[in-house]
């Protein structure tokens, strides 16, 4: 491979060459869901996005630590430091415990993102679980003091920190414009200043999720749980942190805050965002109302979609954007994906069939080249998609008999197409999968009929056998087993 990875750091606003901390290895975090509700379309874009980085990290040959947490206390509804957090509320309305709130979407979460192929993080660390953690640090930072307490809750010290340390460096923004658009502070806020926000609160009386703590029972602030859980299983000082762009201006933004404050470090080198997934423009969200939920995609089941998609056309997809650019939902792209992804695995089903011939006419080298390249430019994928279809024109032209390719190309071809288009980009063949569970169901209707047959049921065993035969599936009896084919 010539070319380096390349990284875009929303820190920076540079691309620049990756250089992790320690030779070798990565250490990633991405903020992971807040498990009060099903992850929409828009929440699993932002995660395949980093199922690509970590897949394209891990198969350039780095041992990467993939930290995702799971956000399961602490975040409260408009993202705020007062009111009910957001498991309390459905918790409430639904009259179960905040926990089974927790337990249900966490599920989903992890449903939804199997479906899509995405492989599971290193570690996923829950905030109720980082409760001791997030104490220490919020001590740790009032001891620097650059946060003070009240009733109770305690603040982070913005105007403070930002004698010392540039608190908008993330987001760029002009922080007197920030004070000066922020809601005024009404007489009842224990708040000293705007842009201050809670890394400890206190719990009123009904308050189910609350811990005790050296200021009194309460449960931490959203931001602090990211800071305490990345710094515990990633260090201080790791390579690269994640989420969606949505999170640069406040949750980004004081996580940075609060690691400088607590151990004078930026936490991470480099800091990556993903765009939103955005439906006739506007952002997909819950609370605009404007969300879809992956099984409603797949079944169809939707007033904006036309037919369903299968959840690798879905993939496949998003993988036409660049994680940077915003991607918008309609029908049309979706099933032009559809068609794109049916002749890709096509073209990697033919590719081992291929004819071979003394010399090739193009160069597999070449095509291989710019696929790395373009993953390497900032993980481009719609372009190293490009280059993997023109192999793709190539294998269906030398199939006609229109272009030649030799033995060690082919292999070289194969490998190349397989690779990247199964171990990097994550899709997988959903026919092929189909395979796996017609297997599977043979397997058990075969166990039937074994059992019926050694009961002396031959009644059953026949119907069984003949049924099969009505599908055109035809069984054989053996001393070893019984196996089946399909006719
Ligand atoms: P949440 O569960 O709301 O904390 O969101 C989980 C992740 O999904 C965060 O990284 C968000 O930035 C991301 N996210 C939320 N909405 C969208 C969207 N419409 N497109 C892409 N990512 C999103
Ligand atoms: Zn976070």
């Given at each position: ?315 496949f ?22 068609k794109g992804l049916n002749r890709l695995m096509n073209a990697c089903k033919l590719v081992s069939h291929l ?9 597999v080298?070449?095509i291989?080249?710019?696929v ?13 998609l490009a280059q993997i279809f023109e192999a793709v024109r190539y294998i269906n032209l030398i199939n006609d008999?229109?272009e030649?390719i030799?033995?060690?190309?082919k292999?070289?071809l194969e490998n190349l197409i397989n690779t990247f288009v199964f171990?990097?980009l994550?899709l997988?063949n959903?026919q092929e ?55």
């Amino acid at each position: 491979m010539k070319s380096q990875l390349k990284i875009y750091n929303t820190l920076t606003k540079e691309t620049s060459v990756f250089e992790p901390i320690h030779k070798g290895n990565v250490g990633m975090y991405v903020c992971g869901p807040t498990v009060y509700s099903n992850a929409h379309l828009g929440n699993a874009r932002t995660y395949v996005s980093f199922d690509v980085i970590f897949r394209y990290l891990l198969h350039i040959g780095y041992k990467v630590r993939y930290v995702r947490n799971i956000t399961d206390a602490g975040h409260l509804e408009g993202d705020q430091d007062e009111g009910d957090d957001k498991f309390a509320k459905k918790a409430k309305l639904e009259q179960v415990e905040p926990m089974e709130i927790v337990q249900r979407y966490t599920i989903d979460f992890h449903e939804v993102l199997k479906a899509f192929n995405n492989l599971p993080p290193s570690i996923e660390p829950t905030a109720t679980g980082h409760i001791i953690e997030q104490i220490e640090m919020t001590k740790k930072i009032l001891a620097n003091g650059y946060a003070y307490e009240v009733n109770g809750t305690v603040y982070f010290d913005v105007e403070k920190f930002s004698k010392e340390f540039n608190y908008t460096a993330l987001s760029n923004r002009n922080l007197d414009e920030l004070l000066n658009n922020t809601r005024e502070l009404d007489g009842q806020n224990e708040k000293k200043g705007r842009l201050d926000f809670a890394l400890w609160i206190k719990a009123k009386p009904e308050h189910l999720m609350k811990w005790v703590s050296p200021w009194g029972e309460g449960f931490p602030g959203w931001h602090i749980e990211c800071s305490a859980m990345s710094s515990k299983y990633l260090g201080n000082e790791f390579d690269i942190h994640g989420g969606g762009m949505d999170l640069v201006p406040t949750h980004h933004t004081n996580e940075i805050a609060q690691n400088l404050a607590c151990h004078h470090t930026q936490p991470a080198k480099y800091w990556v965002h993903t765009n939103m997934l955005t439906i006739n423009g506007q952002k997909m969200s819950k609370s605009l109302g404007n969300s879809f939920l992956p099984a409603e995609l797949f079944e169809g089941n939707h007033s904006l979609l036309e037919k369903g998609y299968s959840p690798m056309t879905v993939r496949f997809f998003m993988l036409q954007a660049h994680y940077r650019s915003t991607l918008d939902f309609r029908n049309e792209a979706l099933q032009a994906a559809e068609k794109g992804l049916n002749r890709l695995m096509n073209a990697c089903k033919l590719v081992s069939h291929l004819k071979t011939s003394e010399t090739s006419s193009f160069s597999v080298e070449d095509i291989k080249e710019s696929v790395y390249a373009a993953m390497n430019e900032d993980f481009n994928t719609p372009i190293a998609l490009a280059q993997i279809f023109e192999a793709v024109r190539y294998i269906n032209l030398i199939n006609d008999g229109k272009e030649s390719i030799s033995e060690t190309d082919k292999t070289q071809l194969e490998n190349l197409i397989n690779t990247f288009v199964f171990e990097v980009l994550g899709l997988k063949n959903e026919q092929e999968a189909g395979a796996d569970k017609i297997d599977g169901l043979m397997k058990m209707i075969l166990g039937v009929r074994s059992d019926a047959k050694t009961k002396k049921d031959f009644a059953t065993s026949d119907f069984i056998r003949d049924q099969l035969k009505e599908l055109g599936i035809e069984i054989k009896d053996h001393k070893e087993g019984t196996n089946y084919s399909l006719t």
